[in-house]
């Protein structure tokens, strides 16, 4: 019975990791900060091991006695202090490395973003060699490029890199809340026809790519997009979701250079004022709602086997029956 490290095991998506590799015959250590959540993952196939990614001889000691380690854990926000990013995206990542290199471990799974890819342009398929040497569009993705280039230094350690998009579904605390909120305060910012294409995730796939990722023998030293394979327009996920949550939908229509001008503007009063909290809409929000972004995933369905388990709309009738019980 293989033996996995899962860290950052307490938040969205490691809940699903935890619960995908502990099905299929896998040893699970559980790595997180929150114990009330960790010690509910506890079963006779989970151990909860509480630690922070700041801390280097946390992750020494949760290696410890590990064949395999999923990293999926990660400050995941879109606005914050580049030194929050950088001790937990970068050195975190560093410190797992340095401790697999340690533990001769035999195989790292690293969840990336494809937020790296984003920009104010239209990209459709994009391809895992699109990647982007820089993006400073929020210090987000630069941690996450950042923490992609620490790879080539540890050629001893067998890694994977996956970019997973969109992740939604039960338990989702960003995506669908922040959609929610907006559509019952303002209503949902419309940009032309809404008919940019956007790709989504449903966690549960993306824990079944980890799953293969850790089997496929061939995948080492790749990185893999990681999407449903189904493109849909922005309206129509919208409408999917709010109908089925019984919401009235409201469109505010925007034009595009006014609402680049507010992300622009609030940015910069929030930098120079020193603001807590995140601005209402920030550049990469602006470049979501404005421009088509959808990935070529047909690299992950190669080489790992990797089919889409959940559709997209399986997925937001899950949310919402789900959503409705609370």
């Known amino acids: ?17 935890v619960e995908e590799l502990s099905q299929y015959g896998y040893q699970v250590r559980a790595f997180g900060r929150n114990r009330k959540i960790g010690q509910s993952l506890e079963n006779s196939s989970v151990a909860f091991f509480q630690g922070d990614l700041t801390k280097q001889e946390d992750l020494t000691q949760a290696c410890q006695g590990m064949d395999i380690v999923v990293h999926a854990g990660a400050l995941s926000t879109v606005w914050g202090p580049w030194e929050d990013f950088y001790q937990t995206n ?19 799974v690293y969840v990336s973003s494809p937020s790296i890819y984003a920009a104010p342009r239209d990209q459709i398929a ?39 998009r969109g992740l939604f579904g039960i338990g989702d605390t960003s995506i669908l809340p922040r959609v929610l909120k907006l559509s019952q305060k303002i209503g949902i910012p419309l940009i032309g026809d809404g008919r940019q294409l956007m790709d989504m995730t449903c966690v549960e796939n993306v824990a079944l790519a980890i799953r293969l990722a850790l089997e496929a023998p061939q995948a080492s030293g790749e990185v893999y997009n990681i999407t449903n394979g189904e493109p849909r327009a922005f309206k129509d996920l919208i409408e999917e979701t709010l109908r089925g949550l019984g919401y009235p939908i409201t469109y505010r229509k925007v034009p595009a ?3 680049s ?33 959808t990935l070529d995933i047909s690299k992950a369905e190669r080489d790992l086997g990797y089919r889409p388990q959940i559709s997209i709309s399986e997925g937001i009738e899950q949310y919402v029956k789900d959503y409705r019980k609370h």
């Open 1 to 17: 019975m293989k033996k996995v490290l899962v860290t950052g095991a307490t938040g969205f998506l490691g809940k699903y990791v």
């Open 126 to 164: 994009i391809k895992e060699s699109d990647a982007p040497q820089e993006n400073n569009l929020n210090n987000y993705i630069r941690s996450k490029l950042a923490s992609e280039k620490l790879f080539k230094d540890y050629p001893d350690v067998p890694s994977i890199i996956l970019r997973p």
């Open 90 to 108: 970068v050195l975190g990542t560093k410190y797992v490395l340095d401790a697999c290199r340690e533990d001769g471990i035999q195989r790292l």
């Open 261 to 293: 001008v507010i992300a622009s503007s609030l940015e910069f009063l929030y930098n120079i004022l020193k603001l807590k909290g995140e601005p209402a809409l920030t550049r990469y929000t602006y470049c979501l709602l404005r421009y088509s972004q």
């Open 257 to 259: 250079p006014l609402l």
